[in-house]
Antibody
Framework: QVQVVQSGPEVKKPGASVKVSCQTS????????IHWVRQAPGQGLEWMGI?????????TYAQKFKGRLTLTQDTSTRTVYMDLGSLTYDDTALYFC??????????????WGQGTLVTVSS | QSALTQPASVSGSPGQSITISCTGT?????????VSWYQQHPGKAPKLMIY???KGPSGVSNRFSGSKSGNTASLTISGLQAEDEADYYC??????????FGGGTKLTVL
């Protein structure tokens, strides 16, 4: 079955960068894009960006993250990485990766990772 | 882009029906039939409940249904059950390979 497993919690200082991994299994990796979504404590969901795992492997980032968000992949391990730089206290949040539904449920997020807590603290 | 607008909270008694609205603009909700809805229980990852405005994924109860009129999409839950108590989020494709979430609605089953 489809599985999406993320790396463990991180604690970072302001100004640092964090890299979170999202490893997938149970399906053909290149058939489904991967999104990143975050949720600040007690707040709602916020779409951050998409990594298109096939074709030109294009990335698209939400405007507020442009310049400090980078999504990459390692096809050999079926993993997509999220690298967020210039961290501030406002970046403290639970970060989720989610598979795009593609042919089954297009333009939606059909399988989610368990979430990775990133805490920004001095 | 601003988040889609949802009511902060709704409530209903077991067996009743409730509807959660999700208002966007003519560049997102109104421009695409690509609204999805997610259920999130505390401490859990979101779960897809509706996609493409009205379609339910396999395994999701048919008590959940979706609709859209103009710039507003809606999620209706019929035959409310205790386990439906959760946060619900709408999401719309907004063009240019970008997506937009609503602020979320807390559903309380009385």
């Amino acid at each position: 079955q489809v599985q999406v497993v993320q790396s463990g919690p991180e604690v970072k200082k302001p100004g640092a960068s964090v890299k979170v991994s999202c490893q997938t299994s149970g399906y053909t990796f290149s058939d489904y894009h991967i999104h990143w979504v975050r949720q600040a404590p007690g707040q709602g969901l916020e779409w951050m960006g998409i990594f298109q795992t096939h074709g030109d492997r294009r990335t698209t980032y939400a405007q507020k993250f442009k310049g400090r968000l980078t999504l990459t992949q390692d096809t050999s391990t079926r993993t997509v990485y999220m690298d967020l730089g210039s961290l501030t206290y406002d970046d403290t949040a639970l970060y989720f990766c989610a598979r795009d539904g593609h042919g089954g449920s297009p333009f939606s997020f059909d399988s989610w990772g368990q979430g990775t807590l990133v805490t920004v603290s001095s | 882009q601003s988040a889609l607008t949802q009511p902060a909270s709704v409530s209903g008694s077991p067996g009743q029906s409730i509807t959660i609205s999700c208002t966007g603009t003519n560049t997102d909700v109104g421009n695409y039939n690509l609204v999805s809805w997610y259920q999130q229980h505390p401490g859990k990852a979101p779960k897809l409940m509706i996609y493409e405005v009205t379609k339910g994924p396999s395994g999701v109860s048919n008590r959940f249904s979706g609709s859209k009129s103009g710039n507003t999409a809606s999620l209706t839950i019929s035959g409310l059950q205790a386990e439906d108590e959760a946060d619900y989020y709408c999401c719309s494709y907004a063009g240019g390979d970008s997506w937009l979430f609503g602020g979320g609605t807390k559903l309380t089953v009385l």
